[in-house]
């Protein structure tokens, strides 16, 4: 009979094998499936136990690991890593729960701490595993989820370091898919501080991704040094020595393009025996990009041919596509590459399907294209700025010399450009409700304008062209109205001032954000100083005041906007800024071109009566039910047991051991005596209503269903992410376990209860 420690040994060399091929970039061959299959064999024959249970756990981690490197079966892979995750968080709890529970020392010993902490550790390494696969099939809502509970089980205990260290590098991958590189960046400096005492890949991938983040922020001379460490370090791995290279060529070619060539060549040297042809299909579109750029486009057609060729993967074959077109001199040939870039689109993702809309309509519209090509370029842009549309990073390379250069949302820049001043207003009023500053991700939109909707059209078209509705047709506003002026102004990369002019005509103005970002910057501090005991602030000084006002008039109080001003038959502004705009002092601001002398200091809210309003979209309070309490029952939740979480853990109790006479007790003690608790079974005195396993939303349903005067809950209430891996809400934890429905992304065993739930 096979025993553990054979099996255990047979487990281990079997991941070393996996390893060690995965480091040459190579595939385990029959030998390994035939081995692992045997192991499977062995593993009903062991004793039952805890010691089984991991063996069992490593063996379904080796099936989800090959089911992705050998036939690329994503479906099966995070199949196998997802139960793998739960078997291994259900060990964890076991053995805390024994703990916590303070049982005798042989129970206890059932599921010791080594047991729980191999547990948790793997735990943590198979939903990073399971990240980076959804990573690299673009799914990135579904990798943070992941990630989340990667997170959720890290804070529950202690993880290994090198563990903690893969989780930080994974986050920044999401970090790039998402396109939130200052954020990546942040990530990977913790990453490379966190790594620096252990070294090893992990650490070179952490320095890799800070490089990265440099090249994307514009820090180009620190990515090139952080490049040239990944390439120095004899701890890399092939493919870490190849991406370094490659983002060593691009960051070259962004600051002396000549320069950049013979290290473009030596990647796509190396790079023609790449299984994925990423790096080979991106260094050569980068090759095309600069002879395109010298005018020698039928060398740059050639390397956008090997751009297109250079793999299979959809994303980048239709942007080979989009380039090709883009260099061809035939207009008729042009416009068959960019059918077949949208061909290749069709079949994939709608993200796919979007960017490769845009893109193709706009150069289409740039070659003279008819209203048709307007449609699906406006169509695709107002998707894109809804969705916040990205790729992974990894497809996402090969994209670079298709953005735009400005950083404005696309169908503001794409409506400004057709003189669609109308849709742009609408646009405006669109996006100022529904992205708050300080979030990355985007809500359901909440206002457009009513009537005749500029915006109804496009909504339509998004729905018919990729299933995805746009906007919520119950919750709209006219957002122009009434007597005097209404201003929206979006600071959506450029900014964009939108008002109805005396005519009844839509008017919209681009504003480019050189310069005005120091001048927001100034005030920005300025008003924070203004605070300061000191007093060291341009606020509160005349000339500075007036000069630092003027500079902001300059920028934001266009001719066009002054000149109808001063035609109101009712002299007011309404202003509905949003982003850093919204803490612009809209009528102190000096108005250019009123006297001939270069110096008038005349403010806006001379001119007409400023009014400053709240953005669009901000909740309505609800109306008061109009149910009075029955009784003056009380429900109460005190300190609810969270699975997965033991008392000492992040979610653990919030009260530790209650004195016995303490004032809480004593409240108690009144409520049970005076039978005003809803509820509750009949506890042996008060101790019992602390640290419940049975209060979850379901028990708490049933209690606020009866209608109590109050609710007192002392627990664990926190921000959490929803299962769509992109919005977050408040939720409370009681004890509800993973296995229940709901809104909010388990945390291991646990599923929070989401403000939407309720």
Not at 487 to 498: E, R
Not at 654 to 674: C, I, N
Not at 676 to 702: I, K, M, Y
Request: proline share 6%; charged share 20%.
């Amino acid at each position: 009979m096979t025993t553990t420690d054979a099996v255990d040994q047979e487990l281990t060399a079997l991941e070393s094998t996996l390893r060690s091929t995965l480091r040459v970039m190579q595939q385990p061959g029959p030998d390994f499936v035939a081995a692992l299959a045997a192991v499977h064999g062995h593993l009903p024959g062991l004793p039952s136990g805890p010691a089984a249970q991991m063996l069992r756990i490593r063996a379904l981690t080796l099936d989800a690991h090959l089911a992705w490197c050998c036939s690329r079966d994503a479906t099966t892979a995070v199949a196998g890593y997802d139960e793998v995750v739960t078997l291994c968080c259900g060990l964890v709890d076991e053995g805390r729960d024994l703990v916590d529970e303070d049982l005798a020392t042989e129970h206890r010993g059932l599921v010791d701490k080594g047991t729980v902490a191999a547990a948790a550790d793997h735990a943590v390494e198979v939903c990073t595993d399971t990240a980076m696969v959804l990573l690299a099939c673009g799914d990135l809502a579904a990798a943070q989820v992941r990630l989340r509970r990667a997170d959720a089980i890290c804070q529950a205990g202690n993880v290994e370091a090198g563990l903690r260290l893969d989780l930080l590098n994974a986050w920044t991958f999401v970090d790039f898919g998402c396109t939130r590189f200052a954020q990546a960046l942040r990530r990977a400096e913790a990453a490379v501080d966190h790594g620096r005492t252990g070294g090893g890949e992990a650490m070179v991938g952490a320095v890799a991704n800070l490089a990265q983040a440099c090249r994307r922020l514009g820090d180009r001379e620190r990515a090139l040094s952080l490049y040239a460490q990944v390439l120095a370090s004899p701890d890399r791995t092939e493919a870490q020595d190849q991406s370094a290279r490659l983002g060593q060529a691009v960051t070259t070619a962004s600051i002396d393009p000549a320069r950049a060539v013979p290290l473009l060549l030596d990647v796509v040297d190396r790079s023609q025996h790449d299984q994925g042809g990423e790096c080979l299909a991106h260094a050569a579109a980068t090759l095309g990009s600069i002879a395109q750029a010298d005018g020698q486009l039928d060398v740059a057609r050639h390397w956008y041919a090997v751009s297109a060729g250079a793999t299979t993967a959809p994303a980048i074959v239709a942007g080979g596509y989009c380039l090709l077109a883009r260099a061809c001199d035939d207009p008729s040939e042009a416009a068959r590459l960019r059918r077949e870039a949208r061909r290749v689109a069709a079949a994939e993702s709608v993200e796919l399907q979007v960017m490769v809309d845009f893109v193709t309509a706009r150069d289409a519209l740039g070659h003279g294209a008819a209203e048709p090509e307007a449609t699906t370029a406006l169509t695709a842009a107002l998707v894109m700025d809804v969705w916040r549309i990205d790729l992974p990073g990894s497809l996402r390379e090969s994209w670079q010399q298709l953005e735009q250069a400005s950083g404005s949302g696309p169908v503001l820049r794409l409506a400004q450009d057709l003189g669609r001043h109308a849709l742009v207003a609408a646009v405006a009023a669109h996006l100022c409700a529904i992205v708050p500053p300080d979030r990355d991700d985007p809500r359901p939109p909440r206002v457009l304008v009513a009537g005749t909707d500029p915006l109804a059209e496009l909504a339509r078209a998004a729905v018919e062209r990729y299933d995805r509705p746009i906007r919520d047709e119950e919750r709209t506003v006219d957002a122009y109205r009434g007597e005097g002026l209404d201003l929206v102004a979006v600071g959506h990369g450029d900014v964009y001032l939108c008002w109805r002019r005396p005519t009844g005509a839509m008017h919209s103005v681009r504003i480019s954000r050189d310069g005005l970002d120091a001048d927001l910057a100034e005030l920005e501090q300025a008003s924070g100083a203004a605070l300061a005991p000191s007093g060291a602030s341009a606020l509160l000084h005349r000339a500075s005041e007036v000069d630092l006002m003027r500079r902001l008039g300059q920028r934001l109080l266009p001719p066009a906007l002054v000149s109808d001003l001063t035609y109101l038959a009712a002299p007011r502004l309404r202003v509905r800024a949003d982003g850093d705009l919204a803490a612009v002092p809209w009528g102190l601001l000096v108005v250019p071109g009123m006297t001939s002398d270069s110096a008038s200091d005349t403010r806006l809210v001379e001119l007409v009566d400023v009014v400053t309003l709240a953005p669009f979209g901000l909740p309505v309070q609800a109306d008061p039910s109009p149910d009075a309490p029955t009784d003056d029952g009380v429900v109460a939740v005190l300190d609810p047991r969270v699975p997965g979480f033991p008392a000492d853990s992040a979610l653990g109790s919030v009260l530790g051991r209650l004195p016995a006479g303490s004032a809480l007790d004593q409240r108690m003690r009144t409520y049970l005596d005076s039978g005003r608790l809803v509820g509750q079974p009949a506890p042996e005195g008060s101790a019992g209503l602390f640290r419940r396993r049975d209060q979850d939303r379901t028990w708490l349903a049933e209690a606020l269903a009866r209608r109590p005067a109050r609710l007192l809950y002392l627990g664990h209430v926190s921000t959490v992410a929803l299962v769509d891996g992109v919005t977050s809400e408040p939720a409370l934890h009681l004890c509800c376990s993973a296995a229940v429905p709901g809104r909010a992304a388990p945390l291991g065993a646990h599923r929070p209860l989401a403000a939407s739930d309720v």
